[in-house]
């Protein structure tokens, strides 16, 4: 969602003299009561919308590669042809304006409308998805906006419009986002753009050699191309009580309106698990100043993943707001006002948040017919291998060009990625897969990108100051680094993605090095 921008820099359809805009620079000014950027790339001259639509970031302050500019908070992708969110997170466009030149003078003008193509001979085409999380919803919007003219019908277990699933765990959770935040989209635009919808309904069975899906509410629907984005069911502890009332997990809407609920009059929660959901989930209801305790077998949060000195890091900045850890232990019970650990100490507590974690909802695959192993296995074009299904998101499971291996990730934003490209694939466009896997997680007000991918990393470099929170640290799989983690360094953290995108190791190093040198 993005936010509010303070109007800053010259009213552009006044002018401005050429010589002020050079070639690759980026000048920030206004048309009206909107923040534009203006860049020359060769001999075009371009301006959009300089607030990215997901969050608010300031486009001027990303980089440029081609046509194209990167968001340097969450690393979406726009045209500056046309103002096209070109890659998630963002979804939805920023405004693009004409420019001329006279006179020396550069002149930003009217607004440039942007047109989908139409594609001919699709007009009776049915194409189906099951699920409408991050993946299902971009495939389906994308479908729309690369011109398919067929029915979209999502199918889903959820009972609301396809949502901000990350703000749960975040802003709205902690009471700083508004409802209105939330919907991804509303009720009016699935309607224009006639995507349907069959919520509150699970997909039951799948016969592929019929094509057809058969939902719990009685109906049938046939499909000529069908996407499987199930998405992942949280993992459930076998702990005595976890079956409670007063014990939540946080995947749904509807999860967190329960226990945001519960904050109305409740004041100590103990969360089990220090992953990312654990963690985000302790800052935003320390925001609501409620005590919260979090109970962990890991001896450091998330030191599998992030090492040491990030877990460390993590740790301290939640103490200092107030966290209490159990770290080293695990729950063996929970009761009505306590949870027993695994020492036999009673920790009091009025609500208990299971966040440990998720696993791959890969029932539906299965039974259609899809090769599993840890997630529905799919090629470079997310085809599964049941001839017409496809599958995106935290299933799918991957030949990652960068890793060099399967890999499956469990990141809203790859989720939206994948959506895009299946929904390109399903048209038939034939486009590999091979972003490179990006998320970001949020603590109090510290932000950590993490751009790559390792889970079997050998050795960190640890660069800047872990102390003033302006630091990266690069995760090596033998001589080449897989991936890298930023705080407060944001243009970094972009410049690896782009070297990482082009298999370039001796420019990613060249970055880090630069970026040493002047800390």
């Known amino acids: 969602m993005a936010t509010s921008a303070q109007i800053r820099g010259p009213d552009l359809t006044a002018g401005i003299h050429e010589d002020l805009l050079r070639e690759g620079e980026v000048l920030l000014g206004h048309v009206g009561e909107e923040n534009v950027m203006l860049t020359r790339q060769g001999q075009e001259i371009y301006a959009i919308g300089a607030v990215c639509s997901h969050y608010g970031g300031p486009l001027q302050e990303g980089t440029i590669e081609g046509t194209d500019v990167h968001c340097p908070w969450h690393h979406s992708v726009f045209s500056l042809r046309t103002g096209e969110a070109l890659k998630p997170p963002a979804l939805n466009p920023v405004s693009c304006f004409r420019t001329e030149v006279r006179e020396n003078m550069i002149y930003v003008t009217e607004k440039i409308a942007f047109v989908p193509p139409r594609r001919k001979g699709t007009e009776t085409q049915q194409f189906l998805i099951i699920g409408s999380g991050a993946a299902g919803v971009s495939a389906a919007v994308t479908l729309r906006r690369q011109g398919f003219l067929g029915s979209v019908t999502i199918v889903s277990e959820d009972k609301f419009l396809p949502y901000d699933r990350p703000n749960l765990s975040k802003d709205y959770l902690a009471g700083n986002a508004p409802e209105e935040w939330i919907p991804l989209w509303s009720k009016e635009f699935y309607e224009q753009n006639h995507i349907r919808f069959e919520l509150s309904t699970r997909a039951e069975k799948i016969d592929a050699t019929k094509k057809q899906v058969h939902l719990s509410n009685g109906k049938t629907l ?49 969360i089990i698990g220090a992953g990312f959901i654990g963690l985000e989930a302790a800052a935003s209801l320390r925001a609501r100043n409620m ?82 192993d840890n997630g529905v296995l799919v090629n470079e074009y997310l085809e599964t291998t049941v001839p017409d299904i496809f599958a995106a998101g935290d299933i799918a499971r991957w030949p990652d060009p960068h890793a060099k291996r399967r890999i499956r990730v469990e990141h809203w934003e790859v989720a939206e990625r994948h959506g895009q490209v299946a929904a390109l694939n399903m048209l038939g466009d034939h486009v590999h897969f091979q972003d490179v896997p990006f998320f970001w997680t949020q603590h109090y007000d510290v932000s950590l990108g993490y751009i790559g991918f390792s889970d079997s990393f050998d050795r960190m470099d640890v660069m800047g100051s872990i102390e003033k929170r302006d630091f990266a640290v690069a995760f090596y799989e033998d001589t080449e680094v897989a991936a890298l983690l930023t705080v407060g360094r944001d243009r970094e953290s972009l410049l690896v993605e782009e070297a990482l995108a082009h298999f370039d190791q001796k420019r990613v190093h060249q970055i880090l090095s630069d970026y040493e040198s002047r800390i």
């Open 222 to 270: 046939h499909y000529d191309k069908c996407l499987l984005a199930t998405g992942g069911k949280p993992i459930k502890p076998p702990i005595p009580g976890i079956e409670k009332d007063h014990v939540y997990m946080l995947r749904s809407l509807q999860d967190c309106r329960r226990i945001i609920a519960r904050t109305s009059w409740a004041s100590r929660v103990l």
């Open 291 to 372: 005590d919260v305790l979090v109970v962990a077998p890991e001896e450091m949060p998330l030191m599998k993943v992030l090492g040491v000195h990030v877990g460390s890091f993590l740790k301290k900045i939640h103490e200092e707001h107030g966290v209490e850890f159990h770290l080293g232990h695990t729950v063996k019970e929970i009761r009505d006002r306590s949870v027993v650990l695994d020492s036999k100490v009673a920790l009091d507590c009025d609500f208990v948040i299971v966040g440990t974690g998720i696993k791959p909802d890969t029932d539906l695959a299965e039974q259609a017919g899809c090769e599993i």
